[in-house]
C-alpha cells in the first residue's frame, strides 16, 4: 500500500481557513502525510504562486496533530529550511529544483528528519543517506502517458503531476511506494497555477480505496 503525500501547492490561496480545510481533507481521504511549500516571493512577483506564511505554522500543526496526519513542506531558501528543522517535521521535501541541494538534504538527516527528494534517471544516483526518493518529470501538468518500467524500486515513489489518478494507480501497480499529488479545494477563488492539474480529495479518497 503506498504512502500518499498529498501538496495544496497554493491552492490555500493566502486563507488560513482553506489550509486547514486542506488538512481536514487530507485526513479524511486516507492520506498520511501533507506538505505545503515554504518559499519567498521576490519582489514585484506575478508569477501566481502564493506564500505560506510562517506564523500559520503551530495553527496548522495542532490541527495535523488532532487529525494525525503528517504535516511538512517543501522549502526553496536557507531561512526555509532552518525554519523547519526548529520545527522537527518526520519528513521534509527537496523538490526536483533542490535535488542537488546536498548540505540541505544532510542537514536534515543530522536533524533526524527523513528527506524526501524529487529527482530523475539522471540524478538519483548521485543521492545518498537515508532518503526517499520520487521519480519527477518537472512538467506541469504532464499530458503524456509514462513507461514506469525499471522506474521501481529504483526510486521509492512518484512525484505526480499528470492529470487525473489514472497514471497514478498506474505507478502504484508499478510498485511506487510513496505517491506525491497536488491537490484543490472545491473554492471559486482558487485559481492559482497549482489548481489547473490538481486533483480533489474525492480523488485521493478513491485513490487509497483502489489499492
Not at 532552518?82 to 533542490?98: C, R, V
Not at 534517471?121 to 514506469?148: H, N, Q
Request: charged share 25%; glycine share 6%; aromatic share 12%.
Amino acid at each position: 500500500m503506498a504512502i500518499i503525500i498529498v501538496d495544496p501547492g497554493s491552492t490555500h490561496m493566502g486563507k488560513l481557513e482553506y489550509a486547514l480545510e486542506h488538512i481536514e481533507l487530507a485526513a479524511r481521504s486516507g492520506a498520511q502525510i501533507i506538505k505545503f511549500q515554504l518559499f519567498s516571493n521576490p519582489p514585484n512577483y506575478t508569477g501566481g504562486n502564493i506564500e505560506l506564511p510562517l506564523e500559520w505554522w503551530p495553527i496548522l500543526q495542532k490541527k495535523a496533530d488532532e487529525k494525525g496526519i503528517e504535516l511538512t513542506a517543501s522549502v526553496f531558501n536557507a531561512d526555509a529550511l532552518a525554519f523547519l528543522l526548529s520545527q522537527k517535521p518526520k519528513y521534509i521535501k527537496f523538490s526536483y529544483s533542490n535535488k542537488h541541494q546536498k548540505t540541505w538534504i544532510e542537514a536534515a538527516i543530522g536533524h533526524g528528519i527523513k528527506p524526501i527528494v524529487s529527482c530523475d534517471v539522471m540524478t538519483d544516483r548521485d543521492l545518498f543517506g537515508d532518503i526517499i526518493k520520487l521519480y519527477c518529470i518537472p512538467e506541469y501538468p504532464v499530458r503524456y502517458e509514462i513507461a514506469f518500467d525499471g522506474i521501481f524500486p529504483r526510486f521509492n515513489g512518484f512525484s505526480d503531476h499528470s492529470l487525473g489518478i489514472r497514471q497514478t494507480i498506474k505507478a502504484i501497480q508499478s510498485g511506487a511506494k510513496y505517491i506525491e499529488k497536488h491537490t484543490t479545494l472545491k473554492h471559486e477563488d482558487v485559481n492559482c497555477p497549482d489548481g489547473y492539474f490538481a486533483v480533489n480529495y474525492e480523488d485521493i479518497m478513491n485513490l487509497k480505496m483502489i489499492e
